[in-house]
């Protein structure tokens, strides 16, 4: 069976290694990103530049989106709906509003093309090596169609019946990375305050049933002092936002992700936006 073309779109910390996945599994990979440098080591090991998001799905019978949020999703969706062909199926990995990915299912289904929204879950190194977690929502025809090019980014993918419970899985995963690294960094502070080596706690997290990968990695970070982006802070209030307006959609409370909210807001103020999230534990710091 011949191999279909890919288009990707968007190459930023996740979305390189995930577009460089793909081509060294042999796919014919068509690129276009608005910062086309970022395109050098990609277009070295073998894909194709397009000088546009029209002219990619013009080339592409499968498109894979990795974008920052909603307005830039559908600004490009608009542009691909220009020239994608009838069959054709995009496949969106960003973290946004289960509104827009509803829109955005209807709209492809009515005109005869594919959606999906396959938002994932991991950061750099499972980018890089195809262990991401995927949740994917939409029509199973599309799906099966999609399988094999999805297995190349993750170990394992989670079913979902529609485009927005995907979008939601993945704002509800996000919500336990605005609470843990919280509660996680005000440990550590606290720790420090009292004399307490911060080594010690997380060996001790290390032995209970408290304990994460997320707590071992980011806290062997902050006792760095390494907060190099995997994930922006930014970005991870743009989530908490999203989560929280589609749970108050749905009636639900969240005040745990509106105090998360107010912390990420405040770390912003102080010019940590483009540092990996962690960095919020600055925020604990400062307070002496």
């Not at 796919?27 to 070295?44: F, G, M, S």
């Not at 062997?220 to 922006?232: A, T, V, Y």
């Not at 409370?253 to 103020?269: G, H, Y």
């Amino acid at each position: 069976m011949t191999q279909p073309t890919l288009g990707f779109i968007g190459l930023g910390l996740m979305g390189t290694p995930m577009a460089s996945r793909l081509i060294a599994s042999g796919y014919t990979v068509c690129l276009y990103n608005r910062t086309r440098e970022k395109a050098t080591p990609l277009l070295a090991q073998g894909a194709i530049w397009k000088e546009s998001p029209s002219d990619l799905a013009k080339s592409a019978e499968i498109i894979i989106s990795m974008l920052t949020n909603d307005e830039a999703l559908k600004e490009m969706s608009d542009a691909f709906f220009r020239t994608l062909r009838n069959g054709g199926i995009h496949i969106d990995c960003s973290t946004v509003s289960p509104s827009l990915t509803t829109t955005l299912e209807k709209k492809y289904t009515e005109s005869g093309r594919g959606f999906l929204h396959s938002p994932v879950l991991g950061s750099i190194p499972q980018a890089t090596d195809g262990s991401l977690l995927l949740f994917v929502g939409g029509n199973d025809e599309v799906f099966n169609r999609t399988e094999t090019v999805l297995k190349i980014l993750g170990s394992k993918i989670w079913r979902f019946p529609t485009a927005a419970q995907a979008s939601n899985m993945k704002l509800i995963m996000n919500s336990f990375i605005g609470g843990m690294i919280a509660t996680l960094s005000q440990a550590l502070r606290h720790g420090e305050s009292s004399a307490i080596d911060g080594q010690t706690i997380l060996e001790i997290l290390n032995h209970s049933a408290l304990n994460s990968a997320m707590y071992q990695t980011k806290g062997k970070s902050i006792l760095d002092n390494n907060f190099s982006p995997r994930f922006f802070l930014e970005n991870l209030l743009k989530d908490t936002n999203l989560f929280r307006a589609a749970a108050a959609a749905s009636g639900v409370q969240t005040p745990v992700s509106d105090a998360v909210t107010m912390m990420l807001e405040q770390a912003i103020t102080k010019g940590l936006s483009r540092e990996d999230y962690s960095a919020v534990y600055k925020l604990f710091a400062s307070h002496r």
